[in-house]
């Protein structure tokens, strides 16, 4: 399982520059999937909140962060991150949110803590681990060891 976590670690590095360009093609080669996609994200962040986030808390989180939640990057270009996916029922709330790169966003993307804990870099994992465990406990922090 760690060959293959950095295996994919390895791909993303090579690949990362190619897929973001293949992403950004695909989004605006096709509107009406991307409008879909993003309603569809509207409704999962209506349906999933629990009234932390009012007007200004993104921004205001976002010009709080200095380094990237995950990697501790100097963040140049902030994104948020679910840390428990919206897709995977995680709420939209500031306990959930972390500020992250976008190298890390892009990597992340919907994975479940547990497949992003085996496909951050090593360097990176206790960090991670404590992110979520300052957020979640050992609910989440405890199923993977670092």
């Known amino acids: ?7 994919q670690r390895k791909h993303y590095k090579k690949y990362r520059l190619q897929e ?6 695909h989004k605006a080669f096709n509107p009406d999937r991307k409008k879909k996609w993003d309603d569809l ?31 501790d990057v100097r963040l ?7 840390m428990i996916p919206l897709a995977g029922g995680g ?10 790169c976008q190298d890390c966003n892009q990597r992340k993307h919907a994975l479940s803590y547990e497949q992003w804990i085996e496909r951050v870099e090593l360097c990176h ?11 979640y406990g050992m609910q989440h922090a405890g199923r993977v060891a670092a």
Do not use: P, W
């Open 91 to 100: 709420e939209h709330s500031v306990r959930n949110l972390v500020i992250v």
């Open 1 to 7: 399982m760690q060959e293959q976590a950095a295996a």
């Open 76 to 82: 140049l270009r902030k994104q948020t991150d679910h």
């Open 41 to 71: 994200r509207l409704r999962r962040e209506v349906s999933n909140a629990d009234g932390s986030i009012v007007r200004g808390t993104i921004a205001r989180l976002k010009s709080q962060a200095t380094h990237c939640a995950y990697c």
């Open 125 to 135: 994992r206790a960090r991670v681990i404590a992110v979520f465990d300052s957020r």
């Open 20 to 25: 973001s360009d293949r992403i950004q093609k």
